[in-house]
Nanobody
Framework: QVHLEESGGGLVQAGDSLRLSCAVS????????MGWFRQAPGKEREFVAA????????YDEDSVKGRFTISRDNAKNTVYLQMSSLKPEDTAVYYC?????????????????WGQGTQVTVSS
């Protein structure tokens, strides 16, 4: 059974940084392409960033361009989301997700496994 567990969320001030981690267990980590999504109160879940098994990445450029960096450590079965210059509009529950499908994937429907989410709150 595949299990994803996020950590690293919290309450920060605008301009601060946070690093989210997502540990994957239950299956070979290299089998998965990974993504980060977020859901703000009253809004739909939205794509943030994705990374394939070999390190190819894509981002939602409009919202996180130049501020967020996704990475993975295949030896540690972990994917990271480094967030800097945080803004109040980044406040959301952040979810990591895993997909066995090929490619760097933006669509949430292609992700088969999801974590429970970690809250990020950015105060102004």
């Amino acid at each position: 059974q595949v299990h994803l567990e996020e950590s690293g969320g919290g309450l920060v001030q605008a301009g601060d940084s946070l690093r989210l981690s997502c540990a994957v267990s239950g299956r070979t980590f290299r089998d998965f392409n990974m993504g980060w999504f977020r859901q703000a109160p009253g809004k739909e879940r939205e794509f943030v960033a994705a990374i394939n098994w070999s390190g190819g990445v894509t981002y939602d450029e409009d919202s996180v361009k130049g501020r967020f960096t996704i990475s993975r450590d295949n030896a540690k079965n972990t994917v990271y989301l480094q967030m800097s210059s945080l803004k109040p509009e980044d406040t959301a529950v952040y979810y990591c997700a895993a997909s066995p499908l090929a490619g760097v994937i933006r669509g949430s429907s292609s992700y088969f496994y999801w974590g429970q989410g970690t809250q990020v709150t950015v105060s102004s």
